[in-house]
């Protein structure tokens, strides 16, 4: 089966079935789909990503991101400059939208797997998987 995953350092995980994360610290779900390198930064076109960083309780801390130069809220994913100012009362992620959601390893597989299989011949959607 074809696999679009892009793995950086050590990446010699093959082309097998993702079964396991060991070693991995991150997880990039990229979408691209509407990107155009020349109005990547303001000009309406740009890459979206998806990221799940490992914590040390062994979950996954889901975050957001773009190639976009606006303000883009990385707990909810939008276009919105929500990290808060005032200590009083905001979430431990100091975003007044919320805290970042969290994963397990098993949830993550199975989104890769799905992600995978939806997005398998469009090269515009890929994972990249981070081992440092
Ligand atoms: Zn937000």
């Known amino acids: 089966m074809h696999s679009k995953s892009r793995f950086f350092r050590f990446g010699n995980f093959g082309k097998r079935r993702l079964e396991d994360l060991n070693g991995i610290k991150r997880v990039r779900f990229n979408n691209y789909s509407e990107y155009d390198s020349e109005k990547s930064n303001d000009g309406g076109s740009y890459g979206f990503w998806t990221d799940y960083s490992r914590l040390e309780n062994g979950k996954w801390e889901v975050s957001y991101g773009t190639t976009a130069d606006f303000e883009y809220c990385p707990v909810c994913g939008s276009?919105?400059?929500?990290?808060?100012?005032?200590?009083?009362?905001?979430?431990?992620?100091?975003?007044?939208?919320?805290?970042?959601?969290?994963?397990?390893?098993?949830?993550?597989?199975?989104?890769?797997?799905?992600?995978?299989?939806?997005?398998?011949?469009?090269?515009?959607?890929?994972?990249?998987?981070?081992?440092?």
Do not use: M, P, R
Request: with cysteine; charged share 35%; aromatic share 18%.
């Open 79 to 132: 276009f919105n400059d929500h990290y808060a100012e005032d200590e009083d009362d905001i979430y431990n992620s100091g975003y007044s939208c919320g805290e970042f959601a969290t994963a397990t390893s098993d949830e993550l597989i199975d989104e890769i797997n799905k992600f995978e299989k939806e997005h398998e011949n469009d090269d515009e959607y890929f994972i990249e998987y981070f081992v440092i």
